[in-house]
T-cell receptor, first 116, second 115 residues
Framework: AQSVTQPDIHITVSEGASLELRCNYS??????LFWYVQSPGQGLQLLLK??????LVQGIKGFEAEFKRSQSSFNLRKPSVHWSDAAEYFC??????????????FGGGTRLMVKP | NAGVMQNPRHLVRRRGQEARLRCSPV?????VYWYRQLPEEGLKFMVY????????ESGMPKERFSAEFPKEGPSILRIQQVVRGDSAAYFC?????????????FGEGSRLTVL
């Protein structure tokens, strides 16, 4: 069965500093990969996704993620964090076929706090 | 353009009561998914529905939980005889089709507290 691990439960960075959130997955083949963001009391918003092709994926709000097959990782990065980026970030995977619908498997999340 | 609408946003129930959570998908979306988020955990898939059909309920507890998505009206997640362990945030998501694009639109969730 697939699984997603986000090793860092909490991360605190200073505003303007760079950010990297880690995500590792366990899956038989290369799954579809996603990052979602959840602001307090809100639903999830899709930041970016990877299906195939270029392993560096650009998303919204200045985020990017890099797929590394050898490490089974899909880490999320941002060069300069803004206070409004404080939220919880979830990595997710889905089976790479069109019959599975959008049944995502989520990691446990990383809560990002931004210091002024 | 209304997004996914869930209500109630907050629901308090005593043990043994029933909880009904409603979800209206994005207009034009015919696929609905329910996820549960326990405190300090990620989201766990519960059930995937199309209009009038349950496609996959592999994440639903075998007892007390049921879901429907009728031809008309919102999708309903029903929890009978709630217990304290049912306290969680329940998120509904919708998509236009079932293709695996990750284009899920999430509601703001319904937070159930069982006393």
């Amino acid at each position: 069965a697939q699984s997603v691990t986000q090793p860092d439960i909490h991360i605190t960075v200073s505003e303007g500093a760079s950010l990297e959130l880690r995500c590792n997955y366990s899956y038989g083949a290369t799954p579809y990969l996603f990052w979602y963001v959840q602001s307090p009391g809100q639903g999830l918003q899709l930041l970016l996704k990877y299906f195939s092709g270029d392993t560096l994926v650009q998303g919204i709000k200045g985020f990017e993620a890099e797929f590394k097959r050898s490490q089974s990782s899909f880490n999320l990065r941002k060069p300069s964090v803004h206070w409004s980026d404080a939220a919880e970030y979830f990595c997710a995977v889905a089976p790479p076929n069109n019959n599975a619908g959008n049944m995502l498997t989520f990691g446990g999340g990383t809560r990002l706090m931004v210091k002024p | 353009n209304a997004g996914v609408m869930q209500n109630p946003r907050h629901l308090v129930r005593r043990r043994g009561q029933e909880a009904r959570l409603r979800c209206s998908p994005v207009k034009g979306h015919s696929h609905v998914y329910w996820y549960r988020q326990l405190p300090e955990e990620g989201l766990k898939f519960m059930v995937y529905l199309q209009k009038e059909n349950i496609i996959d309920e592999s994440g639903m507890p075998k007892e007390r939980f049921s879901a429907e998505f009728p031809k008309e009206g919102p999708s309903i997640l029903r929890i009978q005889q709630v217990v304290r362990g049912d306290s969680a945030a329940y998120f509904c998501a919708s998509s236009r089709n079932g293709a695996n694009t990750g284009e899920l639109f999430f509601g703001e969730g319904s937070r159930l507290t069982v006393l």
